[in-house]
């Protein structure tokens, strides 16, 4: 826990902290900028937050730099450290009497205070007290988003807060880092694609290499349970191969020979000659006072028509062009492949020169196809574990649900005796509500707030909270006795500010004097200098 802070611009010092309730008060008139939420700022700032020196520059710019020296005492042992305003990003690390030894940056500062409070969820330290710390000009307390770090603050990111602060974060970590490992091996399959280092192909080429495989592995199986045969008859083998390449042949002729038959059009076509001007004029020879004008516009306009159906012909041309290309090449791969087979129609070397090539054209469809199928298995695989993710997180957000509701009823009973409307948080993947509609009154949806951050307190590993006065202003006095009540019930240290306590209970002003910081009024600031 925090035991104290020491500053020589305080009227009082060292400020001294106890676990559970520690109190600020103010006067019974209310007065303002008497160093209520300042003190508060300053709590939240030896626990490494940052509102002070954004949000409180005042002080700064009428003191000058000025430091914080503060003990921490946890399980018997006590932990010394100072931190000032000029250079905010580092906290020093002291002996019993404040002599600095060492400097730590602000992070990594508040990770030792995660460890000394033995906090084993997977929240940073302030992305999970800053919600709870409630001060006056930080901007958070906002009673419709109560779990909100700041007004900025995406819901989702607010949510994924609130789990780990649960340390139900784990489980969803663990599917999130799997998910994140396939997405990679995704991309590096893309990858491979995208280079050409691997052929993309569709379901129905997949289909297709493993019939082609299949085909493959018969035909070397048929080579080698017929060895000795074909040995001794390489005629029969080459023969058979041999009619296939003709057949193949026969076929790209073929469709060659449509694609020569289309370029012949098209130049036909492209070879056209245009009709010349010339040959309008000695219209006059025929036609008594023709319109030459008009005449010349429509030549104007089929010149145009003509230069536009040329640009498309000659690119139609150019991939008929490059589909011959493919013929030719594929025709002329068939005829060295032929010529091969007539040389070596005697050699037993085409049977080891047969399987060879049969084995290389399977093995490289079988890899086409090995990496197609695990393509397909990332997919699934990403599929299936963003489901089991977010059926996970549906479970998880139901069970904070559950517990956050169960105790706002609880503590609801005890602070209003009467009924009332007792609030809900509701908590989807990536949005909340927090339903305190019924409640229209400002004072009951703070005392809602109020409500929440005690249920977040009991049920997490939370450390502290911290109230200002803002929070207090206008809820009823038998309420406020209440919330005093159940202040007393955590041993975890809770910072309160709160102006003209004589309007509540006996008990509750003995309460607040007994666990009183510090009392606050005109006369007696919280600085030992006044510039307000």
């Not at 020296?69 to 250079?87: A, G, L, M, P, V």
């Not at 130049?267 to 025929?286: C, H, V």
Request: neutral net charge.
């Amino acid at each position: 826990m925090l035991k104290e802070i020491n500053c020589k611009e305080f009227i009082k010092t060292p400020l001294v902290f106890d676990k559970g309730l520690n109190s600020v008060l103010g006067d019974d008139y209310s007065t303002n900028s008497i160093g209520k939420s300042t003190l508060l700022m300053i709590i939240d700032f030896v626990f490494g937050g940052n509102s002070y020196i954004e949000n409180n520059s005042g002080a700064v710019k009428e003191l000058g730099n000025h430091s914080f020296d503060f003990k921490f005492i946890i399980k018997n042992q006590s932990h010394y450290y100072c931190r000032n305003t000029e250079n905010p990003m580092f906290i020093a690390v002291c002996d019993d009497n404040y002599n600095q030894i060492s400097n730590i940056s602000a992070r990594a500062f508040t990770e030792e205070l995660k460890g000394l409070y033995d906090i084993k969820n997977s929240s940073s330290f302030r992305s999970m007290v800053n919600p709870y710390s409630r001060i006056w000009k930080k901007g958070n307390y906002n009673v419709d988003k109560p779990i909100h770090n700041h007004v900025q603050n995406k819901e989702s990111e607010a949510i994924d807060n609130l789990i780990k602060l649960f340390n139900l974060f784990d489980s969803i970590s663990e599917t999130k880092n799997k998910i994140k490992q396939q997405q990679e091996s995704k991309k590096v399959l893309n990858g491979l694609h995208k280079k050409k280092y691997i052929q993309k192909i569709t379901k129905r080429q997949f289909e297709q290499n493993q019939l082609e495989i299949e085909r493959i592995q018969n035909e070397i199986e048929t080579i080698q349970n017929n060895l000795l045969k074909f040995t001794l008859n390489i005629e029969e083998l080459t023969n058979k191969e041999l009619i296939d390449l003709k057949t193949k042949k026969k076929r790209l002729l073929d469709s060659q020979a449509l694609v020569l038959n289309k370029i012949t059009r098209l130049n036909l076509s492209l070879g056209k000659k245009k009709t010349k001007s010339k040959y309008f004029t000695r219209l006059s020879e025929f036609f008594e006072n023709p319109n030459e004008e008009k005449i010349e516009e429509i030549e104007t306009f089929h010149s145009k028509i003509s230069s536009i159906l040329a640009r498309e012909l000659g690119a139609t041309k150019k991939l008929l062009e490059e589909e011959n290309q493919y013929f030719e090449e594929e025709i002329k791969a068939i005829d060295i492949k032929i010529d091969g087979l007539l040389q070596n129609v005697k050699s037993p070397k085409y049977i080891v020169d047969k399987i060879y090539d049969l084995t290389v054209e399977s093995n490289k469809l079988s890899n086409i196809n090995k990496f197609y199928k695990e393509k397909e298995e990332v997919v699934t695989d990403i599929k299936s574990l963003t489901d089991k993710l977010e059926e996970t997180i549906v479970g998880i957000l139901k069970e904070i649900e559950e517990k956050i509701n169960t105790e706002l009823v609880r503590i609801n009973k005890e602070i209003h005796t009467e009924k009332k409307k007792i609030p809900s948080i509701k908590i989807t993947r990536n949005s909340y509500s927090f339903d305190h509609s019924s409640n229209t009154g400002t004072g009951k949806s703070f005392a809602d707030l109020i409500e929440f951050d005690l249920s977040i307190l009991k049920l997490t590993e939370l450390p502290f909270i911290i109230h200002d006065s803002v929070l207090f202003k206008n809820i009823e006095d038998f309420a406020v006795d209440k919330i005093i009540e159940q202040y007393t019930k955590f041993d975890k240290q809770i910072f309160i500010a709160l102006d003209g306590i004589n309007k509540y209970s006996s008990e509750s002003k003995k309460i607040l004097k007994e666990n009183k910081i510090i009392e606050l009024t005109e006369s007696n600031k919280l600085f030992n200098r006044d510039w307000r």
